[in-house]
């Protein structure tokens, strides 16, 4: 089974351009978890999904930042409009369909996000 | 509110000697409590997980946890570390109501030979 898979590993953009960072989860899972890593920070939640809705956005800054995770296809991160404070590493996890607390999340490698 | 706490940046140890990495949490109703390492320009893998039962967990690359309730805390130990086990830590804490998991902001381990 291949696990969670991030693409693409790193991505450039000019500030005021679109980033969008795709996430397929391990093979059955339905929940997927989007996290944000700064240079000598800890991990940031941003956004709680399961198919085709959003559980818990609490983390996510309220403009120019949404993501989705459709019926079909990979969840997307998406940022438009990007500044220099948005370079980062995000991290997608996911979790079995049951969903319960005692589950472990399955992390990807990341995308590293670097706006010029 | 739900919030996790590692108060040590960074954490040296001489290989072969035990390690304690420190994690204290917040959260309503009973913590679902996780570790998670992190090598450079990877994605976090799962080391151990409380959920209940027994207070000391074991985990892999002979990790362990003691869960300590009366101290809300979830210190990460091993008996003789490794350099190998050089990395980033992270101490975790899942709302069993949201499920949604909140890390603590990272301890790095540097164990010298």
């Known amino acids: 089974n291949a696990g969670v898979m991030q693409n693409p590993r790193h991505l450039v953009r000019r500030r ?70 948005d370079s980062a590493a995000y991290f997608c996890a996911s979790s079995p369909p049951t969903g319960g607390p005692n589950e472990k999340l399955f992390f990807g490698s990341g995308t590293q996000l670097s706006v010029l | 509110a739900q919030s996790v706490a590692q108060p040590e940046d960074q954490v040296n140890v001489a ?43 074991k985990g892999s690359y002979g990790f362990e946890a003691e869960f300590n309730k009366s101290q809300t805390s979830f210190h990460l130990k091993k008996p003789s570390a490794l350099v190998s086990d050089s990395a980033l830590y992270f101490c975790a804490v899942r709302s069993p109501i949201t499920g949604k998991l909140i890390f603590g902001q990272g301890t790095t381990l540097q164990v010298k030979p």
């Open chain 2, 15 to 57: 290989e072969g000697n035990p390690l304690t990495v420190k994690c204290t949490y917040s959260v309503s109703g009973n913590p679902y409590l996780f570790w998670y390492v992190q090598y450079p320009n990877r994605g976090l893998q799962f080391l151990l997980k409380y959920i209940t039962g027994d207070n000391l967990v």
């Open chain 1, 16 to 85: 005021g351009q679109e980033a969008r960072l795709r996430c397929s989860p391990v093979k059955g899972h339905s929940h997927v978890y989007w996290y944000r890593q700064l240079p000598e920070e800890g991990l940031k939640f941003m956004v709680y999904l399961q198919k085709e809705n959003i559980i818990d956005e609490s983390g996510m800054p309220k403009e120019r930042f949404s993501a989705e995770f459709p019926k079909e296809g990979p969840s997307i991160l998406r940022i438009q409009q990007v500044v220099r404070g």
